[in-house]
């Protein structure tokens, strides 16, 4: 079933758009804001992005398509979590987007094809947690 709720939050970081781009689109620094899930891609518009890891002590491995990448503007995927059916209905669309502005950058992140406010909740306080975590990575890098 098609959702039509999106999660959207925000951060802002204390570095250029090009230091948050790399931690967003190099899988060492995404292990570790990203609950430590491996990524694999070769981060290109139309390759595919895998994520496997560990969660509450159950494997996991999702995947999905690079849609759009504008180096220190964009970053955009579609995710299937590997819980759901391989079906186009399952699919979300996660967009990063970064906006420079006096030395820091506010980071948007977004997720579409939600389909109740459960799952909204959810999936807002996980990508809440990413970002707060996506934060201190970067400003540590410093």
Known sequence: MKGNLISETSVSIKASAARVWKA???????????????VTSDFKEGSEITYEGEFEGKSYKDKGVIRKMEPGKIFQSTFLSGAKEDKP???NLVTFRLV?????TVVT????????EKEKEHSDGNWSAVLKKLKEVVEAEG
């Open 24 to 38: 967003i689109t190099d899988p060492q620094s995404i292990k570790q804001y990203l609950f430590g899930t491996k």
């Open 89 to 91: 209905e399952n699919y």
């Open 100 to 104: 420079e502005e006096e030395g820091k």
């Open 109 to 116: 992140l977004s997720q579409d094809n939600i389909a109740s």
